[in-house]
């Protein structure tokens, strides 16, 4: 009888179960139909960011790149005519005023130099031996005076000797960079073409091709900067000059900047970055609009902005000015300060779309 009673009692509890089950299954709630973006945007409009427009400093600094050069040269030539046995520096090494640059052929020059010596130490023991003699009576005054006239002239040829001996050692006359080597070795030095050329560094300068349409905006005296790489700081400059007379070739005008004080680490060839400064306003009064490039839109010549009336843009046509190297776009006409202008978005606008500000 109990064992009948449970087996009800089970069963039961499963038709139970399975009845809930079925319930829930039967009268679960729809799911509701998804939204499209469309239809998000017919109701509330695109999204977008605003800006408020401001006054701001303002700086353009027109980037460009030269190479690096100097103004101070040093010519190095031989002066002897002789043959080039070793060379000790080569392009692009940095050397020391009085350092070794060549070695020429000195053989003839130390026999000469050993001949010399000999005669010399001959002469100086002739001059003491006479000397002794002279004291015993052996030797008159004038004959002790013409041997030691001898003995100097010796070693005045000898001096002479050993000072051009000297010469056969090529040095630089100034601290600085080897810019161009013509010496080979086995080459016979003279003096109508030189060895070596050395950049002085303190005179470093930079050397930039500019395009006609600045040449009137760019001016003697304007500041300027440079830096080797991306990664570097910017080092101060001016404009030394700008060559009235484009190249032939290219139709480009060569600007020198003329630098502070250049890095040890610049060499000469080196292609640096560089900018010019051709506007400057920094006092209150001076101050400009500016605004986000993406927030202006430029189509066959005309730049606009889309302003925000409540949730409607508005098309307005501005005159545009130069974008710095922060993004900032100077409006030159046809916004003022305060007004809304779509900032991310501004590429899909059209004059009366309705906008949901983010």
């Not at 009268?27 to 945007?41: C, D, F, G, L, Y």
């Not at 960011?49 to 303002?58: D, G, L, M, N, R």
């Not at 930079?206 to 080797?228: E, H, K, N, Q």
């Not at 030159?332 to 991310?344: A, D, F, N």
Request: one cysteine or more.
């Amino acid at each position: 009888m109990k064992r009948k009673k449970s087996i009800i009692i089970a069963l039961a509890l499963v038709i139970g179960v399975v009845g809930t089950m079925g319930w829930r299954i039967v009268n679960r709630p729809k799911p509701s139909e998804a939204v499209s973006i469309s239809a998000i945007r017919e109701v509330r409009g695109m999204p977008v960011t605003e800006y408020v427009v401001a006054t701001s400093p303002w700086e353009y600094w027109l980037p460009l790149y030269g190479t690096v050069r100097t103004s101070g040269l040093s010519e190095v030539y031989a002066s002897q005519a002789e043959y080039v046995t070793s060379l000790s520096a080569e392009v692009g090494d940095v050397v020391a005023k009085g350092q070794l640059l060549a070695t020429l052929d000195s053989r003839k020059a130390a026999e000469k130099v050993q001949a010399a010596r000999a005669k010399y130490n001959e002469l100086s023991m002739k001059y003491e031996r006479v000397q002794e003699l002279q004291k015993a009576g052996g030797y008159s005054v004038q004959e002790v005076e013409s041997v030691f006239s001898q003995y100097k002239d010796a070693g005045a040829s000898l001096q002479q000797l050993e000072t051009e001996l000297t010469r056969h050692k090529v040095v630089s006359p100034i601290a600085g960079v080897v810019i161009r080597r013509d010496a080979e070795i086995g080459l016979l030095a003279g003096a109508s073409k030189p060895l070596f050329v050395i950049g002085d560094p303190k005179r470093f300068e930079i050397t930039i091709d500019l395009s006609p349409r600045y040449i009137g905006t760019v001016r003697d005296g304007m500041p300027a900067r440079y830096r080797a790489d991306a990664v570097s700081s910017w080092d101060s400059a001016s404009v030394k000059r700008v060559d009235p007379m484009a190249n032939s070739v290219t139709g480009l005008y060569t600007v020198v900047l003329a630098l502070g004080n250049p890095p040890k680490a610049l060499h000469i060839g080196a292609l640096v970055e560089a900018q010019i400064m051709i506007e400057r306003m920094v006092e209150s009064t001076e101050f400009v609009v500016v605004v986000p490039y993406e927030s202006v839109n430029e189509t066959e010549g005309v730049a606009r902005v889309y302003v925000c009336s409540d949730d409607v843009a508005v098309e307005r046509v501005v005159e545009r000015g130069r974008t710095d190297d922060r993004g900032m776009t100077r409006i030159l006409s046809g916004l003022s300060p305060g007004e809304k202008i779509v900032m991310k978005g501004a590429d899909r606008m059209y004059n009366g779309a309705k906008i949901w500000i983010q």
